[in-house]
């Protein structure tokens, strides 16, 4: 399991936010397992600094560093420390991610500042700052991670524009990060998260899930796990070739509208 030897890698918001294993989580612990030295980076420096002791005990090399990567100086931080501490810049995970209601008739206006800022300036100033990092070091992979909600919307009673909003954004982010990058032998990919269980999801309770898991085609539930071999892949020379693709991970939920009951 050395898919990811000699790499450096920064995954942001990397600790789960409760019990069970985010998404963020899944990926730092499978891009340590598979060799990389990763820098987890959380507001919560408590939080970062369990998940470290986790990968640690598991053989693994990852540091904690605080940060609130929708400041840009906090964010220049991030990659200097990662330098500074491993030498090299090669992966840029972007996991930062919250939620937010509100229709476009209902949201409140302080609400869609706040998520636009956590779940997509905080993705452009990670970029901004790795970027040169990693053009020194002649190349990486940059994945973000996007939701089903920013490809084909998200219902609900009280509405969530801005966060459908920003995951679309960061479809269309990826894109242009692909296409302004390659020559620099800088690969941007989207991960399209549906609807697996992770400590984000988890006050939906068990009747939620179970209305989850039969959404899905697959009618199975996807976990931070299924996230995480998606990223060590976009991550690893194995998709050395893959470059401005959004990969849905979702138990078929995009690609497939209808399946025998």
Same mark, same amino acid.
């Given at each position: ?12 918001? *990397? !600790? ?8 963020? /989580?899944? +990926? $730092?612990?499978?891009?340590? @397992?598979? %060799? ?29 560093? *605080? !940060? ?8 220049? /931080?991030? +990659? $200097?420390?990662?330098?500074? @501490?491993? %030498? ?40 901004? /700052? ?8 002649? %190349? ?122």
């Amino acid at each position: 399991m050395a898919r990811l030897t000699g790499k450096v890698a920064i995954v942001t918001g *990397a !600790a789960s936010r409760g019990d069970g294993v985010g998404n963020g /989580a899944a +990926a $730092a612990i499978l891009f340590a @397992r598979e %060799g990389a030295k990763v820098v987890l980076v959380n507001r919560d420096l408590e939080r970062s600094r369990v998940l470290e002791a986790q990968i640690r005990d598991d053989g693994g090399d990852a540091t904690a560093f *605080a !940060a609130n990567v929708t400041q840009p100086e906090a964010a220049e /931080a991030m +990659a $200097a420390f990662a330098m500074d @501490r491993y %030498g090299r810049l090669d992966i840029l995970h972007n996991n930062v991610g919250i939620g937010g209601s509100g229709t476009a008739e209902t949201v409140d206006l302080d609400s869609w500042d706040k998520v636009f800022q956590t779940n997509l300036t905080s993705a452009l100033l990670s970029c901004r /700052a790795c970027i040169p990092r990693m053009r020194a070091g002649g %190349g990486g992979s940059i994945i973000n991670v996007s939701s089903t909600a920013g490809a084909v919307g998200l219902q609900g009673a009280t509405g969530a524009v801005a966060y459908v909003a920003t995951k679309a954004g960061l479809q269309g982010m990826t894109l242009s990060l692909a296409a302004d990058f390659a020559a620099d032998g800088i690969r941007a990919n989207c991960l399209i998260v549906g609807t697996v269980a992770t400590p984000m999801v988890a006050h939906l309770g068990a009747e939620g899930r179970e209305r989850r898991r039969k959404a899905v085609p697959l009618q199975t539930e996807g976990t931070g796990w299924d996230v995480g071999w998606a990223a060590v892949y976009l991550a690893s020379d194995e998709s050395r070739w893959v470059t401005g693709v959004m990969l849905p991970i979702d138990g078929g939920f995009l690609a497939v509208r209808a399946w025998p009951r």
